[in-house]
C-alpha cells in the first residue's frame, strides 16, 4: 500500500491511498478510520499518552473485527443474489473468496 499525503494550511491536507490489483485489506481500512478518530499530540503528558495509545488498540481490534463481519454478510447478500439470478456456479465462486 503506498501513502501520500499533501498539506495544505492549517486545517486541510488530502491523503491519497493506492493499491496494485487489490481493494484494501480490512486491516488498511481498520487504520485509516483510527487515524480520523483518534489522535495524541506529541506533547501529550505520558500518562495521556499511554492511555490514549492503549485505548487506539482497543478499538483496532473492535472495528477491525466488525469489518471482517461487515465482509462477510456482504458475501452472502452477494452470494444470494447471484444464486437468486439463476447463476449458481458463480454464487458458489463468490461463497468460497
Do not use: W
Not at 491519497?16 to 481493494?23: A, E, L, M, S, W
Not at 484494501?24 to 500518562?47: F, G, H, Q, R, Y
Amino acid at each position: 500500500m503506498l501513502t501520500n499525503a499533501i498539506q495544505m494550511g492549517k486545517n486541510f491536507s488530502v491523503d491519497v491511498i493506492t493499491t496494485d490489483n487489490r481493494g484494501l485489506t480490512p486491516e488498511e481500512v481498520t487504520a485509516l478510520c483510527l487515524d480520523k478518530i483518534i489522535a495524541v499530540s506529541d506533547t501529550a503528558p505520558p500518562a495521556i499518552k499511554d492511555q490514549a495509545q492503549a485505548f487506539r488498540g482497543h478499538l483496532e481490534r473492535v472495528i477491525l473485527e466488525y469489518m471482517k463481519q461487515a465482509i462477510q454478510h456482504d458475501r452472502v447478500t452477494v452470494y444470494n443474489a447471484i444464486k437468486d439470478a439463476g447463476h449458481d456456479k458463480l454464487a458458489e465462486h463468490i461463497r468460497r473468496i
